[in-house]
């Protein structure tokens, strides 16, 4: 198979959009699969959401980011998380849209959903610190890549626990939709089913989205625009375009909790594409590498997981085009990114 760096621009379009038809055809499977093992394993639209959709719709990226990283390309690395966070931010809002019942983080609000998005603004904070002192080297690696490792694992083993003992929950209304009842009874054979099927459908959603990014890698290029912003706007989004079938699915079913917890989750999840790519990367510590493009789609996704996190308190029902006020800010954060982006480089 030639190198998609060859094809012409028409090609790589045609390409692009069968890659997506599939990550759609498979992603809204894989999103019916993980209702059903939500309510037979009893875990829940949000944790499930979080923990294995979040983590499965994110494959695609680390291993992009990965990858840029090994044949030394920082920026790209970097940019394709954090844009990809940014990005996956906004389509919320899109899913928000979607979702016409009410303003979906006042129908999605749960302990689990709250919990990931102060994860989330934990693991970026890191990211921002250890920017202050870009040069230390550990073993080829930043120490904050390892503090990164230890405090998701930490905070996903807090939020299992938030699940099974609550110490916070939501005011229910006639426009919060509850959890799904537990079916937990099911036999053995048919969770077994479950889990197959969806670990084939997220394999299927990982690798398209892989594709996707070696597409959009060439496509991005014949712009003449910056590593920086080919990460962050076209590898990134294409990445992420699993992730947003996932929510628009997820809404369409009525199941918003686990709309929203595949978003955060995946966020948090995207926050380890720096540090795996700091592991891959074989001349010294990346973040010495980045530049101030980075660092913007750095303190934008913080900036937009703040709004989110808020949204998710205040908890508006209705907002202008009956959306949430917190998700035209979210467009606003991230098309306006995208705009001064385009104009500085």
Sequence with gaps: MTDPASWSLTLVVIAFAGVALIIGWFGIKMTKTARDLAQATGLGEALMGALFIGASTSLSGITTSVSAAAAGHAELAVSNGLGGIAAQTA??????????????????????????SVLL??????????LSFPDISIFSFHPATLI???VYVFGIHLLARTHDMPMWIPRRTADTVPEPANHSHKRHHQLWRLWLYFSSYAAIVA?????????AIPFGDKTGLSHGVVGGVF????????????????????????????IIGGNAFDTLFVAASDIAYSEGSIYAAISSTEQFWLANSMLMTAVLAMGLIYRERHGPGNIGLESVILLVLYFGGITVLSIVQ
């Design 91 to 116: 389509f919320l809002a899109l899913a928000d849209i979607a979702y016409r019942r009410a303003n979906l983080e006042h129908a999605a609000a749960s302990a689990e959903n709250l919990f990931m």
């Design 148 to 150: 990164l490792l230890v």
């Design 207 to 215: 690798l398209a989205g892989w594709a996707l990014a070696q597409l």
């Design 235 to 262: 590898t990134a989004v294409s990445t992420s375009i699993p992730e947003l079938v996932v929510a628009i699915t997820a809404v369409r079913m009525g199941a918003p909790n686990l709309a929203v917890g595949d």
């Design 121 to 130: 603004l934990i693991l970026l904070s890191i990211h921002a610190l250890a």
